[in-house]
T-cell receptor, first 114, second 117 residues
Framework: AQSVTQLGSHVSVSEGALVLLRCNYS??????LFWYVQYPNQGLQLLLK??????LVKGINGFEAEFKKSETSFHLTKPSAHMSDAAEYFC????????????FGTGTRLTVIP | DTGVSQNPRHKITKRGQNVTFRCDPI?????LYWYRQTLGQGPEFLTY????????KSRLLSDRFSAERPKGSFSTLEIQRTEQGDSAMYLC???????????????FGPGTRLTVL
């Protein structure tokens, strides 16, 4: 079975500060891992993905994530938060044996304080 | 706009009524997925199609739910005898599955928010 756990349902950072959103995964096969962002009343937008290539993945809007197999983690970071980063962030896991069906975490709401 | 579209965006209905949602995927995409997202939770997989064939259904998809993709293009999700617990955002996603490619990125629509009174 596959699952992800997102630690912290709410994270607040000051504008310009480091953003760190945590995700740990569980998978019996090599996983594919994703971070999505969701703005209010909108669908999901892919920020970045890990599909067994480079372990440090760079995404859109200055976000990046590092796949650490030993820690079963895929934490999302951004060096400097912007007001426009305020949104809900979801980590998800998938694999090729499950037709790439996505299994999402419960989400982390990011608040950026001016 | 060539993204995934969903209609309606919002639906309010009374308990016991039937509702139908539509999803139009990106035109060349052969896979189509339905997810349900309740308040404060991440999306949960419901079902997916490859072309017109429905290949997997989650146990979340009770017998009151039915999905179709008759011509391998748009899809409909129908909920019969709606219950208050069906209130959620219903998300559709599509992807292009190519032979020999192990991963196919899913593109999400804006969702249909269902409220059952």
């Amino acid at each position: 079975a596959q699952s992800v756990t997102q630690l912290g349902s709410h994270v607040s950072v000051s504008e310009g500060a480091l953003v760190l959103l945590r995700c740990n995964y569980s998978s019996s096969v090599p996983p594919y891992l994703f971070w999505y962002v969701q703005y209010p009343n909108q669908g999901l937008q892919l920020l970045l993905k890990y599909t067994s290539a480079a372990t440090l993945v760079k995404g859109i809007n200055g976000f990046e994530a590092e796949f650490k197999k030993s820690e079963t983690s895929f934490h999302l970071t951004k060096p400097s938060a912007h007001m426009s980063d305020a949104a809900e962030y979801f980590c998800a896991v998938s694999d090729e044996t499950r037709a790439n069906n996505l299994f999402f975490g419960t989400g982390t709401r990011l608040t950026v304080i001016p | 706009d060539t993204g995934v579209s969903q209609n309606p965006r919002h639906k309010i209905t009374k308990r016991g009524q039937n509702v139908t949602f539509r999803c139009d995927p990106i035109s060349e995409h052969n896979r189509l997925y339905w997810y349900r997202q309740t308040l404060g939770q991440g999306p949960e997989f419901l079902t997916y199609f490859q072309n017109e064939a429905q290949l997997e259904k989650s146990r979340l998809l009770s017998d009151r739910f039915s999905a179709e993709r008759p011509k391998g293009s748009f899809s409909t999700l129908e909920i019969q005898r709606t219950e208050q617990g069906d209130s959620a955002m219903y998300l559709c996603a599509s992807s292009l599955r190519l032979a020999g490619l192990f991963y196919n990125e899913q593109f999400f629509g804006p969702g249909t928010r269902l409220t059952v009174l």
